[in-house]
Nanobody
């Protein structure tokens, strides 16, 4: 059974940093591409970043390029999203997911499994 468990969210100041973690169970990270999505209040869920199952390819949404970094630790079966220079518009619920990793980022309809989501709030 696939399980994705996010942690590390919370409150950060404008310009601050947070690191999200997604520990996976039931599979190893070299088997699936992994992605991070977010959903702001009143908005649709959108892809933020993804990493290929080889770890050799990463992609980012334009609003987060240069500020967010996706990485993984195979030994810990964990994917990370380092978020720096946070802005109030980064506020939302962040989800870890299994899905494809094209340069334009996956669609929600392409996701095979979701984490439960974790709240990130950036104060202005």
């Amino acid at each position: 059974q696939l399980e994705l468990r996010e942690s590390g969210g919370g409150l950060a100041p404008n310009g601050g940093s947070l690191r999200l973690s997604c520990q996976v169970f039931g599979f190893t990270l070299d088997y699936y591409n992994m992605a991070w999505f977010r959903q702001a209040p009143g908005k649709e869920r959108e892809g933020v970043s993804c990493i290929s199952r080889s770890g050799g390819s990463t992609n980012y949404a334009d609003p987060v390029k240069g500020r967010f970094t996706i990485s993984r630790d195979i030994a810990k079966n964990t994917v990370y999203l380092q978020m720096d220079s946070l802005k109030p518009e980064d506020t939302g619920t962040y989800y870890c997911a299994i899905g494809p990793c094209p340069p334009w980022l996956p669609l929600t309809s392409e996701v095979d499994a979701w984490g439960q989501g974790i709240q990130v709030t950036v104060s202005s």
